[in-house]
């Protein structure tokens, strides 16, 4: 029932900026938590940004920490992620994660979540 459509995606140069979106449509009431997610072809996923949604407290990974920040709307309906100083390391298929059952105790842990976007691919090139 519930889906989620990320976007915002593209190719920029190293040190600019990004802004990715994921709406949230299917359900009556907010989730617990949302998160962004990023994968490389040969790597495994890996939690980027995190928030509680009742608290709007944060999470993030040491790598991006400083330069990417996220947001929910007020309605809770879209997730934001604004990427800041881009750099090739970011090159990924970045993901949106939600869950509507419990505020997840591993905010950065994919298993947290079951619902999930198709990806939104973001290229950085030097």
């Known amino acids: 029932q519930a889906k989620l459509v990320e976007g915002g995606g593209g190719s920029v140069q190293a040190g600019g900026s990004l802004r990715l979106s994921c709406f949230q449509t299917?359900?009556?009431?907010?989730?617990?938590?949302a998160a962004w997610f990023r994968q490389v072809p040969g790597k495994e996923r890996e939690g980027v940004a995190a928030?509680?949604?009742?608290?709007?407290?944060?999470f993030y990974d040491d790598s991006v920490k400083g330069r990417f920040t996220i947001s929910q709307d007020n309605r809770k309906t879209t997730l934001y992620l604004q990427m800041d100083d881009l750099k090739p390391e970011d090159t990924a298929m970045y993901y949106c994660a939600a869950d509507w059952r419990d505020r997840p105790t591993m905010p950065l842990l994919a298993t947290e979540y079951n619902t999930w976007g198709q990806g939104t691919q973001v290229t950085v090139s030097s």
């Open positions: 299917g359900w009556s009431i907010t989730n617990y938590g």
């Open positions: 928030i509680w949604t009742a608290s709007g407290y944060t």
